[in-house]
């Protein structure tokens, strides 16, 4: 990583970038940084009357060493892993209760891939991932 950037800042910085990726997806961001003591969820949203607990994963290329922007061997997205899956979906289940919202949910997973040095990002969607 450049000095400097912890992996909080590019994770901050990561949920930015995903925000604004859905939103020009046509996704309507309701709220982010949900937070409970059992979970937290990064960025609730709406897209077709579904609401989407969207979990951000993201990696800086100057994290990972000499490697190309587009190599495809670093999907932040697939380090989701069950354990973290299973406790979003609890604190959905939770925030759709507390919210007395009866639509359907589903859990997505973005992928953020951060160039900093170029000032770049390159997100990846995953839907429905449990």
Known sequence: ??????????????EGVAAEFL?????????????????????????????RFVEVKSVSRE??????????DHRPEEMVHSHKLQRIARTAEMYMNEKKDSRDFQIDVVGVFLDMRNRRAKCR????VL
């Open 1 to 14: 990583m450049q000095s400097g950037q912890s992996r909080k800042e590019v994770g901050s910085i990561g």
């Open 23 to 51: 939103r020009r997806k046509g996704f309507q961001i309701l709220e982010r940084n949900y937070l409970k003591p059992w979970g937290e969820i990064d960025i609730i949203a709406l897209k077709s009357n579904v609401v």
């Open 63 to 72: 994290s990972l060493g000499d490697i190309s922007a587009e190599d495809n």
């Open 125 to 128: 969607l995953l839907e429905q």
